[in-house]
């Protein structure tokens, strides 16, 4: 069983958004992870120091989170939170069934052949639709892998190591 991480990195605060403080938010997670009834998140610094603020709202829009805080009231307070991270509680996130993974537990990950070659580590997750794409940032190349079972043969999240069968053309 995996446990769960103290905080999770859900998004990145890249830009304000009106003259009240509103910020842009890089999601780093499905949006549809993020609960409806998400009342707080902690600001994250790049010295990792955080701190709590309650959300006053949250608005999705694709892979953009539009975040309004209850003490951030103008846009000059809102700029210095550009590049820091937002981060929530690893309780928050609901327990997966096994065999379905949240994007943060693979993204990171070492990805090798059945045969054993390594192939590069996971860079990004991204939706096609019918299945999730997971982008490999290939020691020699990028790979983009289906995340598909005659594609995705291993994942082991403890171990951050994926195993892979490689289709004709990837």
Known sequence: ?????????IGEIVKTR???GCMK?????????ISAGLEFVYIQDNFEQK?????????????????????????DLAKTFVGCK????????????????YW???????????EGKLLGQIESVFPTGSNDVYVCKGVEREILLP?????????????????????EGL
């Open 1 to 9: 069983m995996n446990r769960k991480p103290d905080f999770i990195i």
């Open 18 to 20: 009106g003259l009240r």
């Open 25 to 33: 938010v890089l999601s780093f997670v499905d949006t549809a992870d």
């Open 51 to 75: 701190k709590l603020y309650n959300l006053r709202k949250i608005d999705i829009s694709g892979r953009f989170l539009f975040v309004e805080l209850d003490t951030i009231n103008d846009v």
């Open 86 to 101: 937002i981060v929530i509680p690893g309780n928050m996130f609901k327990e997966l069934p096994e065999g379905e993974y």
């Open 104 to 114: 943060r537990d693979i993204i990171g990950l070492n990805v090798y052949t059945e």
């Open 147 to 167: 995340a598909i079972a005659d594609v995705i043969k291993f994942i082991d999240i403890d171990q951050r190591v994926m195993k892979v069968k490689l289709m």
